[in-house]
């Protein structure tokens, strides 16, 4: 079966500090990847989607970027955090063609 | 562009009566809806989909929609609420994205809270 790893849970990190969230996949094969936020516990933002190995698209322009550097792996960075970044990230999956998606477990990043 | 409302921040509702989260959607071409709910400091869990067929869909724990597409809603039931449903509910649409892969499109959510 499919599952979706995303890590950490928590993470504090000061203001200008660098960023590194990453979230993985098994049990399935050239997954379409998603990284959304959700800031005050409520709105989900989509902002960087990837159909391939390589290949990002940003939905928002933002202080984030993205990468894929396998099928399965997606990353979620910054070169100098804010404090608007603070919230809770979520990484999630679906297959080409699907409906729907599913989702890790979150990141709950507070910037200081 | 695709969208979604729910325009109930909050629903309250007493343990044992049926519950309602109300959902509205705005896309082109044919709707492919979801529920999903969070609960704290958790992802998102799929509950139920509508993407053709009948237009009442049942999912996970007891939960169903309806979709009526004259009046463009897709509004979440139950029949008997629990105090576990007290959640975070999400309604989203599916779009394409023009980059390819699918965007599902969220709403602000709605806060069930079911009191004994």
């Known amino acids: 079966s499919q599952t979706i790893h995303q890590w950490p849970a928590t993470l504090v990190q000061p203001v200008g500090s660098p960023l590194s969230l990453e979230c993985t996949v098994e049990?399935?094969?050239?997954?379409?990847l998603y990284w959304y936020r959700q800031a005050a516990g409520r709105g989900l933002q989509l902002l960087f989607y990837?159909?391939?190995?390589?290949?990002i698209s940003s939905e928002v322009p933002q202080n984030l970027s993205a990468s894929r550097p396998q099928d399965r792996q997606f990353i979620l960075s910054s070169k100098k955090l804010l404090l608007s970044d603070s919230g809770f990230y979520l990484c999630?999956?679906?297959?080409?063609?699907?409906?729907?998606?599913?989702f890790g477990s979150g990141t709950r990043l507070t910037v200081v | 562009a695709q969208s979604v409302a729910q325009p109930e921040d909050q629903v309250n509702v007493a343990e044992g009566n049926p519950l309602t989260v109300k959902c509205t959607y705005s896309v082109s071409g044919n709707p492919y809806l979801f529920w999903y709910v969070q609960y704290p400091n958790r992802g998102l869990q799929f509950l139920l989909k509508?993407?053709?067929?009948?237009?009442l869909v049942k999912g996970s724990y007891g939960f169903e929609a309806e979709f009526n597409k004259s009046q463009t809603s897709f509004h979440l039931k139950k029949p008997s609420a629990l105090v576990s449903d007290s959640a975070l509910y999400f309604c989203?649409?599916?779009?394409?994205?023009?980059?390819?892969?699918?965007?599902?499109?969220f709403g602000t959510g709605t806060q069930l809270k079911v009191e004994l």
């Open positions: 049990g399935t094969s050239n997954p379409n």
């Open positions: 999630a999956w679906s297959v080409l063609g699907g409906y729907g998606y599913t």
């Open positions: 989203a649409v599916r779009g394409i994205l023009t980059g390819g892969g699918n965007k599902l499109t």
């Open positions: 990837s159909v391939g190995i390589g290949q």
């Open positions: 509508y993407i053709t067929g009948d237009n």
